[in-house]
């Protein structure tokens, strides 16, 4: 049995440091201080983020994303149809990104941001085809 433990946000966040100007080249070495998970859940995690810029595309093929804007704003692009759809969040607000939809962020200025995240994730630096 999983031994139930207290998670603080706050102190979260004082082990993260804001990633100024991420790009979808930006690696995981780049970006790994401003990205922490807070807890293993189900068959992922729930992290949290700090950051400004723009992220890859990425899709969740085995379960529904969580997505929760503590702080900041972000503009939340989904891929359907090979249409993007454009989703403004603001601190406060929450979306559910479907299953094995791909989606990206645009944040041009600083955003504060908790996934619950299901396990894989998939990148791709381009945006994706309609067959991927």
Do not use: C
Request: charged share 25%; net charge positive.
């Amino acid at each position: 049995m999983t031994k139930s433990k207290v998670i603080s946000i706050e102190e979260g966040f004082s082990r993260v440091k804001f990633l100024n100007e991420r790009t979808p080249e930006t690696t995981s070495e780049e970006a790994k201080n401003a990205f922490s998970l807070l807890s293993h859940y189900r068959d992922g995690g729930i992290y949290i983020s700090y950051y400004s810029g723009y992220s890859e595309w990425e899709k969740h093929p085995n379960g529904d994303e969580f997505v929760q804007i503590l702080e900041g704003k972000t503009t939340l692009i989904l891929l359907k149809n090979s249409q993007e759809l454009h989703n403004e969040l603001i601190g406060g607000q929450i979306f559910v990104i479907p299953k094995g939809v791909w989606h990206r962020f645009e944040s041009p200025d600083s955003v504060k941001v908790m996934t619950i995240t299901p396990q894989p994730t998939v990148h791709s630096v381009r945006k994706p085809s309609r067959k991927k």
